[in-house]
């Protein structure tokens, strides 16, 4: 059974930065195209950004220029390095492989930006 466990989230000024990672264990990734997502309050989840395994990358609009995905295969590790942080970044962060079959969520990284 895969578990995906993401950290790094925390309280930051707007304009700030921060670094999320997200293990996978129980299998080995380097195959899967990878993915954080967030939910904002009262929101849906929305897909932020992708990454294939060749590190091929996308990133939602809102986000472009701002963050940056990579990934460690070796590591089943995928960051999100998040730099010029708005209030409207605030959300809860998921990672998950980019597939028509999600793996079972992880509890997410709190992500909270103060203006």
């Known amino acids: 059974q895969v578990q995906l466990v993401e950290s790094g989230g925390g309280l930051v000024q707007a304009g700030g930065s921060l670094r999320l990672s997200c293990r996978a264990s129980g299998i080995i990734f380097s195959p899967n195209a990878m993915g954080w997502y967030r939910q904002a309050p009262g929101k849906q989840r929305e897909l932020v950004a992708t990454?294939?395994?060749?590190?091929?990358?996308y990133y939602a609009d809102s986000v472009k220029g701002r963050f940056t995905i990579s990934r460690d295969n070796a590591k089943n590790t995928v960051y999100l390095q998040m730099n010029s942080l708005k209030p409207e970044d605030t959300a809860v962060y998921y990672c998950?492989?980019?597939?028509?079959?999600?793996?079972?969520w992880g509890q997410g990284t709190q992500v909270t930006v103060s203006s």
């Open positions: 990454i294939t395994r060749v590190s091929g990358t």
């Open positions: 998950n492989q980019i597939s028509a079959t999600l793996w079972d």
